[in-house]
């Protein structure tokens, strides 16, 4: 994969490779079924330049043929590598001496085989890209389409009729060649299409880079991204940033995201931060679109790029099939689409086209009399969207037919006077009849094949424009420390002067009051005598815990004890504590028992867990769920990239299922919002400094009583 060193490839750099005026085919055949011929077969109609480079060739065909780069006329902006994999590193290497702007390496057998010379050889590729400035797609690859050049740099033509788009285009950036070519058969149902990226194996030009070219390319407006992952995902970040800022949305489909991939841990933090949730808080925080199969990519895309920002966030609802209406009112509570109820100005444009047996709200039922009259939709249309409450309106359709085809002009003309996007979800069986191209290539409709795909679009547009509005009204996100400024080094000395890699739980504690974060008193002791004096002095109730660096998680030891209110049972539960030491944690030298720790009972209060974990791909994660002895049952977690803003401390609590219990329950007090997440902020901030210094981080729990937040528990592991 790409070095992470380099940062991501600008537009500029990659215009030679993915834009080309001349290409050359290395390795040119007369052989019509080689690779080289068929990708010379897919150039047919190319724009630019064609060369054909093969020693073996004088001509081919009436085309003169090359014997290397050298001898091309001109300096190819890109080379084909149309050749098998033993002869790739030699031609790259001529590629790359004589000014090529970028090749592409179709050739197959490299990382992909998991065999350590075949790796190696991927490795050289990279080290010529970087120490020559060549730019090079895959190997392993089908290479790429520039649908405004009629580029099709590929040996798969995809079936793909490759023609300048009409109207704004959707580019395409997939790890996967297959499945990239196969979303570009979309134009064949009349999405306009810029791009065809793909990458492979990514020795060098991977998928951060095609979505900063397609954010940089005007004739690009929205980035539909098939993904699987990366060696270094961070990458991804810039290339959002890039993508904002021109103000495209990256619509993304990440695959594999099954959990077997999650990384163990000796915390809970370890079994719940696992690389797919650790993608999609990536994805959160680089503003992209996220979608949650390959079914809904182009939809969603299409979507973004024919539709500007929402003027009201009320979506209204109509048409001709009462299951169809309904249907939609369910999908719209689903994904938290608001469906507002019409005023009475806009009930008054209704009535005419509305009979006395339909519905006139919302949704409104226009009955199968919308069918009589073609005429009848638009009106109804562009009635219910002159309202301010509405800035999108859903008419599904339940058929597909030539009424469809007639009432299209009438609709497309209201969503177009109004500049509001009209939408329409076709559910019923035939998917490809009378109505569909003529929707697809209509500047001012939006199709859909499902209606809850539209509403899961329809949410996701409002999503991310409150995230512009947000960025309007606070500029660029910030990090601003809330931690003392002396923290970082004095949590490190302190890690540094304890001999454990698994700090106990005083010493984590310890470490942690350094960054601000509330914890709760004690005291170590070597006796029961000794506890009823701490306990004393500490005021009853109080909590009996053993300290031990090899006991991480004490409830499922037996030694802990909690709610002791006299001193004969603090003495009985030191007893019980020892005793249970003794039988079950025998393995445990003696040396590394330090001794049973007395601590105030805290009041009840709702259960917390924070913890962070290093990912060797992400860097510092900081996740935040239900936490006590539930923490593993329930798995109500959120997770982002360390470190986070108050903000987003916010946004975390705000994810969780179980977040109406921080509003107060069944009269329990509320928790001090605020107050957590400045402790969640101060946590991820102490996994972001102390990244090269520890692995894990587990606070579990934090009790929230009313306006305290308390660490009663911690678990800090240091890196080996």
């Not at 990256?250 to 696992?274: E, N, R, Y």
């Not at 290539?441 to 509403?455: G, L, M, T, Y």
């Amino acid at each position: 994969m790409a070095d992470s060193r380099r940062g991501v490839y600008a537009h500029e750099e990659l215009t030679r490779l993915f834009n080309p005026r001349s290409v050359a085919i290395y390795g040119a055949s007369p052989n019509p079924v080689s690779i080289g011929a068929r990708t010379i077969a897919n150039l047919a109609r190319f724009q630019g330049k064609l060369y054909r480079v093969n020693p073996r060739y004088d001509k081919i065909g009436d085309a003169p043929c090359y014997p290397s780069i050298a001898a091309v006329p001109e300096k190819p902006d890109c080379v084909v590598l149309a050749m098998p994999r033993d002869g790739i590193e030699a031609a790259l290497l001529d590629c790359a001496n004589h000014g090529t702007g970028g090749a592409v390496i179709f050739a197959s057998g490299y990382t992909e085989t998991g065999a350590a010379e075949r790796v190696a050889e991927q490795a050289r590729i990279t080290a010529i890209a970087h120490e020559t400035g060549i730019k090079v797609v895959g190997p392993n690859c089908l290479g790429f389409v520039n649908f405004a050049s009629t580029a099709s740099v590929s040996f798969a033509s995809g079936e793909m009729r490759v023609d300048p788009p009409r109207g704004p285009a959707i580019g395409i950036a997939s790890q996967s060649g297959a499945l990239g070519f196969a979303l570009g058969q979309a134009e064949r149902r009349g999405l306009p299409i810029s791009h065809v990226l793909t990458f492979g194996n990514g020795a060098d030009v991977n998928i951060a880079d095609e979505i900063a070219y397609l954010a940089g390319d005007p004739g690009c407006a929205v980035i539909a991204c098939l993904f699987e992952g990366m060696a270094h995902p961070l990458q991804l970040l810039e290339a959002g940033e890039r993508a904002w800022r021109a103000g495209k949305a990256v619509v993304i489909c990440k695959l594999g995201t099954g959990k077997a991939a999650a990384t163990a841990a000796l915390s809970h933090t370890g079994s719940l931060a696992g690389s797919t949730e650790a993608y999609f808080a990536m994805f959160e925080r680089a503003g992209f679109v996220v979608v949650p199969a390959i079914e809904h990519l182009m939809e969603t895309a299409a979507f973004f790029a024919k539709t500007g920002r929402p003027k009201a966030k009320g979506v209204a609802v109509i048409g001709a099939s009462g299951g169809a209406l309904i249907a939609s009112t369910d999908a719209a509570e689903v994904h938290g689409v608001p469906m507002p109820q019409p005023e009475e100005e806009t009930q008054q444009r209704l009535r005419p086209f509305v009979p006395e047996f339909g519905a006139l709200r919302n949704p409104c039922d226009l009955t199968a009399m919308m069918t009589r009259d073609h005429a009848t939709a638009g009106n109804a249309v562009e009635a219910m969207l002159s309202s301010d409450a509405y800035g999108a309106l859903v008419l599904p359709h339940s058929t597909l037919s030539q009424g469809n085809v007639a009432r299209l002009p009438g609709i497309s003309a209201a969503g177009r006077k109004l500049g509001k996007p009209v939408c329409l979800p076709f559910c019923g069986g035939w998917l490809a009849g009378p109505g569909l191209l003529e929707a697809e290539n209509d500047p001012h409709v939006q199709c859909f094949q499902s209606i809850d795909r539209c509403f899961a679009t329809l949410a996701a547009w409002h999503k991310r424009d409150e995230r512009v509005s947000a960025g309007e009204k606070h500029g660029p996100r910030t990090t601003t420390r809330v931690s003392p400024a002396d923290a970082a080094g004095k949590a490190a000395r302190l890690m540094a002067a304890s001999s454990n890699r698994t700090l106990t739980e005083r010493e984590s504690k310890q470490v942690l009051a350094a960054y601000g974060v509330p914890v709760v008193g004690e005291q170590l002791v070597q006796s029961a005598a000794e506890a009823v004096s701490a306990a004393e002095q500490l005021g009853f109730p109080v909590v009996l815990k053993l300290e031990s660096p090899d006991v991480p998680h004490k409830t499922e030891a037996g030694v802990i004890r909690l709610n002791l209110h006299t001193a004969a049972q603090v003495s009985k539960a030191f007893d019980e504590i020892i005793f249970n030491k003794n039988k079950y944690l025998q393995s445990i030298p003696p040396g590394r028992i330090y001794g049973v720790l007395v601590q105030p009972m805290l009041p009840a209060g709702l259960e917390i867990m924070v913890g962070a974990r290093i990912d060797p791909q992400f860097g510092p994660l900081i996740v935040a769920g239900l936490g006590g002895i539930f923490v593993e049952l329930l798995k109500d977690t959120a997770l982002e990239l360390a470190p986070v803003t108050p903000l987003e401390a916010h946004a975390m609590l705000h994810k969780l299922k179980g977040r109406k219990l921080l509003d107060g329950f069944r009269g329990s007090a509320a928790v001090n919002g605020d107050a957590l997440a400045d402790v969640i902020v101060r946590l991820s901030e102490f996994a972001s400094d102390q990244q090269d210094v520890i692995t894990e981080l587990d606070v579990n729990p934090l009790i929230c009583a009313g306006g305290r937040v308390v660490a009663v528990d911690a678990l800090i592991v240091k890196r080996l």
